[in-house]
């Protein structure tokens, strides 16, 4: 089977910058994926990394070390629309994405 | 810009219920997907399908059946709903990469 484990919350101050760590067990892995998610509002996608490195899209940048199984989500410029819960996703063969459990990320001022 | 269109926010159902979450969407997708989403547990994959009329159990199908008919439709039906059904129920499509998101179905059971 697959597993990701990543942090339950994180807490970060504005302005500054987050790391959103994500570890994965899988066979046959594709790529990490990364989305945001309101509350009350759908996930949405931020990024995908299939080979290693960094991967930047203005504040935020994704991360992937394939032989670690290690990925991370890093957020600058921290502000309060950022507080979301985070999800990392492994895409592996042919089955559909495994999400971990989630990081709530809360900024505060 | 895609659009994934869940056919209610809220719901209330009694226990035995059958019920009936629609889910719609409009770029022509061929992968629909169903999950569960429970504080603390993350997204859990119910159902998926790849083509119409094809259908594939997930991580928790058990008390859950699917119907796709038309490419653009699929259903997620809780034969006899129990109170451990109460959850968010997300729907997705895709190409690929990245899944595209319903709002969402909140429902609950009494």
């Known amino acids: 089977g697959q597993s990701l484990e990543q942090p339950s919350e994180v807490t970060a101050v504005e302005g500054a910058i987050v790391q959103i760590n994500c570890t994965y067990q899988?066979?046959?892995?594709?790529?990490l994926s990364w989305y945001q998610q309101h509350d009350g509002g759908a996930p949405t996608f931020l990024s995908y990394?299939?080979?290693?490195g960094l991967e930047e899209t203005g504040r935020f940048s994704s991360f992937l070390s394939r032989s670690d199984s290690y990925g991370y989500l890093l957020l600058q410029e921290l502000q309060m629309k950022d507080s979301a819960s985070y999800f990392c996703?492994?895409?592996?063969?042919?089955?559909?994405?495994?999400f971990g459990k989630g990081t709530r990320l809360s900024v505060i001022a | 810009d895609v659009k994934v269109t869940q056919s209610s926010r809220y719901l209330v159902k009694r226990t035995g219920e059958k019920v009936f979450l629609e889910c719609v969407q409009d770029m022509d997708h061929e992968n629909m997907f169903w999950y569960r989403q429970d504080p603390g547990l993350g997204l859990r994959l119910i159902y998926f399908?790849?083509?119409?009329?094809?259908?594939e159990k997930g991580d928790i199908p058990e008390g859950y059946s699917v119907s796709r008919e038309k490419k653009e439709r699929f259903s997620l039906i809780l034969e006899s709903a129990s109170t451990n059904q109460t959850s968010m129920y997300l729907c997705a499509s895709s190409t690929g990469t990245p899944l595209h998101f319903g709002n969402g179905t909140r429902l609950t059971v009494t």
């Open positions: 899988t066979s046959g892995f594709y790529g």
């Open positions: 996703a492994v895409k592996a063969g042919n089955t559909p994405l495994v």
């Open positions: 990394n299939a080979l290693d």
């Open positions: 399908s790849y083509d119409v009329k094809m259908k």
